[in-house]
Structures are given as C-alpha cells and as structure tokens.
C-alpha cells in the first residue's frame, strides 16, 4: 500500500533530487521528441538504452521506470539516506536482504512532473494486470487540450495519479481531485507533495464523482473508466464504462450545468462507440445540456471489431483464460451489435458553459476508409502480371506500383461491393481481425497511389 501521510518536506526533498538528476532527460530521450503521447516505452528499448548510460544512471533508470530491485548500498549512496528512507516509508519500495525493491510502483517524468504510478502490465516487475494508478496515452493526450490559461478553480473528476490536476495546479487558485481507489487517492497526495504544489491550494478528496463536490467550478477535466464491458464481465475499476461506456461520462456530463460557473469550460477524454457518423458521447451530451457549445475532436475512428479483439485480449490476460478469447470477442461483439456500434472512436470533448442555443462542433482527424466502403480501379489504370509473383498497376504504359496476389485479388474484385463483404468468409477471429487491418491499410495505400478511389 502506498501511504501520503509523510512530511511534505521529506516528499520536496525527493522531488528536488528527482529534479536534479538526470532521469527526466533520460526519460523524455528515451521516449523520444516524437513520441508526444504514449508515455510507456518497450521495457526491451530501455534495456539496449541502458547499455550507453554510465552505471549510476542505468540503476536509477532500472529501479525508478522498471521497478527493478537494487543493491541497497547503491541506492543509499545515489540517493543519499532520507530519499532513500522516503522509498520505505511511502510504501514505493521495501528492503529484502540486500536488496531495495519497487513495490510494483515507477515513477513517470510527465512534462514537468514527476509522477508515482503504477506498473503497467507489459513490464515484468508489474504486480497487477491492471493499474491502481493508471496513466496512459489517454492521460497525456488529454493534458495537450487543457488550455493554461488562469482559473479561480479547477475540478478533476477520477483523477488517478492527479495527473490533470497537477499538470495545471501552477495555473488555478486551487485545484480539486476526486478519486475513489484508496492506492490512487493516496498517489495523488504524494503526487502533490513530490512536485511542490501547495497543499493550501490542492485537495483530494476520496468519493464517488460529484457527491464529494458543492462548489462550482471554471473548469472540469475528467478521464474517466470509458470501456465498454459485458453486463455480465467483471471489469477493473479503473477502466469499466458499463455496456455503452458512458456509464460514469453520463454522471459527469449531467453535472456540467451544476457545477461549472457561467464560462466555465469542461475538458473529457475517451475511447467512445458510435455509428459511421459520430461518437455516442454527442447523443448523451445533447440529451441533458441544452446550451453552450460542445467541440468534438475525434483524433481516430477505428473498426469496432477492433475494440472488440483489444477487449477480449484484456479478459484473457486478467482472468488468466487464453483458451477463451473467442468466448470473450463474442461477448464484446454481440454487446456492440446490440448497441448499434460499429466504431470505436478516441476522443477529446470540450464543452463551453454558455446561455446560448446549443452547438456542436466536429473536428474529424481519420481515414475515412472503413469496412463499408466500396472502391474501384481508377480509370485509366490497369492491372496485369508482371512476373511469376507479382502484378503491377500500369497507367499510359508507366508502372504506377507492384504488388502481390493478395492485392491484386482486392482489386479485381473490387466490384460493387463493400470491403467487408469482401472479407467475410474469412477464417478464425485471429485471422480476421488481421486481414481487416491489412486490408484497411491496403486500399488507404492504393488510394494514395492513385490505383484507386473511393466510391
Ligand atoms: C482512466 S483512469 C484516469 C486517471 C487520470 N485522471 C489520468 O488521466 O491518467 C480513471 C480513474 O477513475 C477512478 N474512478 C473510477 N470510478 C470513479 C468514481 N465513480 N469516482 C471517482 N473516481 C473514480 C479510477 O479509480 C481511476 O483512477
């Protein structure tokens, strides 16, 4: 368990050494400039990393973003003995024999914080297979929307690490986090402590979304659990949406006229289903506010088979059930169908608190290629053998591209028929959801070489 009830000038120290070291720079290299949102790097890359790095710093790269045990004697001396004294008595690690061991928590250099989480899974030194302390690329996408502008007070409903409100504390009078896991709850207190962020101005508070509020707000950010889960499948905490994901957005969305002040604007992140038009999260805004405006940025629009695959592989690594996977991927699919979803979309939600009539703004940043679309050959173009293996399209003569059968196959057939109407016969889920992706590639790819356009 991690504890927050520690000395605040224990919890500065620490950061002020976190401050001083290298780690962030290591970090944010490692991650690399371009890398702007997933903040999980591959445990193996860090590894051939750690190669270039001198001894000091490898161990603290180790023990700090993987959640490996050290030596207690080299720990002692890198960090000195109340920043190592710290690690105990919060809780991030405990000593065995000679060794200092993480306790299943790393520490994330987060733009300009430092944050403890939770080990994700994908790491070999996780304790759980989902986090307590949950950051992801939902996390971080989130924190680019959030404008830095001055606010008398900010609200961060399911706050996690703290992470949102952390991020804009510097701006705001105060800040607001509600959080109902006991572990995050006392993370985003430690949080706060690590980074310096005045506890005059900063509150946690434990408790279900707006039963721990009264107060209104200028803004309110939310991440919250977004997934969609069978009625009948245990999910975590952390991540559980109800059947159409909106259970929770729902609650938050019905308290956006309560509890944002006059101009007040509200910040949401999620992965939301919907229909080849737009997220469901519009339909559940328009139906309890009635003015104001909602901008709806939907950074990527996916097959719902796809969430279906991501869900079912998330069942089978928690419950620890591989043989199931098809079980699980019915489960998910037939909930969807029974939901009239057929995209999964990742977005971002602003909603401006106004007395005007209401407005809704699209901004739409996808392919637009999905498994209902239709295509044909592009006129002028025509494709033939060019040797044993492989076909080319030719246009005037000239080789536009080359490619193998299994190409050559879409495009002949390409008719008057869908994609998926191309594909349906195919094999097991596994081989499906495969031959939707490259397929889904496939035609964006011949559609940028001019072989084709979309009907
Ligand atoms: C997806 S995580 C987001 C964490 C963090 N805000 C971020 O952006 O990384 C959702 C968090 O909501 C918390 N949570 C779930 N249901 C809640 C509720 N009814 N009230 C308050 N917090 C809740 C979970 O424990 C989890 O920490």
């Not at 790095?53 to 207690?72: M, R, T």
């Not at 991440?223 to 009948?232: C, L, M, R, T, Y």
């Not at 038009?277 to 719902?304: A, F, H």
């Amino acid at each position: 368990m991690l504890r927050a009830d520690i000395n605040n000038n224990k919890a500065e120290q620490f950061g002020r050494w976190l401050n001083e070291s290298n780690y962030a720079f290591i970090y944010k290299s490692m991650a690399g400039i371009f890398n702007t949102v997933e903040p999980w790097i591959e445990e193996k890359q860090i590894e051939v990393m750690l190669n270039d790095l001198s001894a000091d710093d490898s161990c603290i790269v180790e023990f700090f973003l993987l959640g490996y045990g050290k030596e207690k004697s080299e720990l002692l001396r890198i960090l000195g003995r109340e920043n190592y004294e710290f690690l105990l008595e919060t809780g991030f690690a405990s000593e065995n024999e000679n060794l200092i061991d993480p306790q299943g928590f790393c520490i994330l250099p987060i733009e300009d914080l430092f944050l403890i989480v939770s080990l994700p899974s994908c790491y070999k030194n996780a304790k759980q297979r989902i986090s307590d302390i949950y950051i992801g690329s939902d996390s971080t996408k989130l924190m680019k929307y959030i404008k830095k502008g001055t606010y008398e007070s900010i609200l961060d409903l399911c706050a996690g690490s703290g992470v949102q409100g952390l991020n804009v504390a510097a701006y705001a009078d105060k800040v607001v986090e509600v959080e109902l896991n006991d572990i995050a709850y006392n993370a985003a207190l430690l949080n706060a402590k690590i980074n310096g962020v005045s506890q005059d101005k900063y509150e946690v508070r434990k408790g279900d979304l707006y039963n721990v509020v009264t107060e209104k707000f200028d803004c309110i950010i939310s991440n919250p659990p977004f997934v969609p889960v069978p009625k009948d499948i245990t999910f975590p905490l952390c991540g559980d949406g109800g059947e159409d994901g909106l259970d929770i957005v729902r609650t938050i969305v019905g308290g956006f006229e309560k509890f944002l002040k006059p101009s007040g604007k509200a910040y949401m992140v999620l992965e939301c289903i919907g229909n080849e038009e737009k997220p469901y999260v519009v339909d559940c805004m328009k139906e309890v506010l009635k003015t104001g405006i909602i901008n709806v940025s939907m950074i990527n629009r996916q097959q719902i088979e796809f969430q279906a695959d991501a869900s079912a592989k998330i069942a089978i690594s928690i419950y620890n059930d591989p043989q199931n996977y098809d079980m699980y991927y019915k489960a998910w699919m037939n909930m969807f169908i029974r939901n009239n979803a057929t995209y999964i979309y990742p977005v971002v939600v602003e909603y401006v608190n106004n007395d005007k009539a209401l407005e809704v703004n699209y901004l739409r940043n996808y392919s637009k290629w999905s498994l209902d679309s239709e295509f044909e050959v592009t006129s002028g173009v025509e494709i033939s053998e060019c040797n044993k293996q492989y076909f080319a399209a030719y246009e005037k003569g000239k080789t536009k591209a080359v490619f193998d059968e299994e190409v050559k196959d879409l495009l002949e057939n390409s008719g008057n028929k869908s994609i998926r109407t191309r594909i349906k016969d195919c094999m097991d889920t596994g081989a499906y959801i495969k031959k939707i992706k490259s397929t889904l590639k496939a035609v964006s790819g011949l559609e940028a070489q001019g072989i084709i356009v979309k009907k």
